[in-house]
């Protein structure tokens, strides 16, 4: 079965930091650029990061530049995102995909996973 699959979420306190993962199970993440998204309740999933195949090119939404690190490790068949400083406007359900925002912006995409809850409260 193809597809990927999302963890390491969970509650944090304001400021505190997180890493999550996606594995890919069934295929290779290694030709595929992998993009971050994450949608709060009541509104639209929206792109947060992007990394190339290659890991050589990364891409932030404006909202998380210089908290969030994307990187893959191509051996594991596995990316991450890295949050820092995390904010309770950063409470959302994280989801993977192996396209970056502005592909998934222009052609969609329908093999979205469970993904994975990140809330942030004190």
């Known amino acids: 079965q193809v597809q990927l699959v999302e963890s390491g979420g969970g509650l944090v306190q304001p400021g505190g930091s997180l890493t999550l993962s996606c594995a890919a199970s069934?295929?290779?993440?290694?030709?595929?650029?992998i993009g971050w998204f994450r949608q709060a309740p009541g509104k639209e999933r929206e792109g947060v990061s992007c990394?190339?195949?290659?890991?050589?090119?990364?891409w932030y939404a404006d909202s998380v530049k210089g908290r969030f690190t994307i990187s893959r490790n191509n051996a594991k068949n596995t990316a991450y995102l890295q949050m820092n400083s995390l904010r309770p406007v950063d409470t959302a359900v994280y989801y993977c995909?192996?396209?970056?925002?502005?592909?998934?912006?222009?052609?969609?995409?329908?093999?979205w996973g469970q993904g994975t809850q990140v809330t942030v409260s004190s």
């Open positions: 990394i190339s195949s290659t890991g050589s090119s990364t």
């Open positions: 995909a192996t396209d970056c925002p502005s592909e998934v912006a222009v052609f969609g995409y329908d093999n």
């Open positions: 069934g295929f290779s993440l290694d030709y595929y650029a």
